[in-house]
């Protein structure tokens, strides 16, 4: 059973910065997608940016320039650097995984971590 579990949420001021991190454990199949999402109250989960096994990235539009999405590899750990936060980027952020073995797709994700940025 693959399990994720996250840290680093918490408040903090706009401008600011905070560092999400994201521990894995389980049997992972090496070549995988790792991801953060986030989730505002009355709003649908929505990707912030995802990073591949080899390396390639993938940000939401809101996130470009402020955020910055790194994994390390032999861990399986993802990390997302969130810099210049501003009010709106408040929300429970999940960690996610994704990875196909044998043509079957298996999704994991994390309990979340509420990030809360005040005025």
């Known amino acids: 059973q693959v399990q994720l579990v996250e840290s680093g949420g918490g408040l903090v001021q706009a401008g600011g910065s905070l560092r999400l991190s994201c521990a894995t454990s389980?049997?992972?199949?090496?070549?995988?997608?790792m991801g953060w999402y986030r989730q505002a109250p009355g709003k649908q989960r929505e990707l912030v940016a995802r990073?591949?096994?080899?390396?390639?990235?993938d940000y939401a539009d809101f996130a470009k320039g402020r955020f910055t999405i790194s994994r390390d590899n032999p861990k399986n750990t993802v990390a997302l650097q969130m810099n210049s936060l501003k009010p709106e980027d408040t929300a429970v952020y999940y960690c996610?995984?994704?990875?196909?073995?044998?043509?079957?797709?298996?999704?994991?994700w994390g309990q979340g971590t509420q990030v809360t940025v005040s005025p």
């Open positions: 996610n995984m994704v990875f196909t073995v044998l043509a079957r797709e298996y999704e994991y």
């Open positions: 389980g049997s992972i199949f090496s070549r995988n997608v």
């Open positions: 990073i591949i096994s080899g390396g390639s990235t």
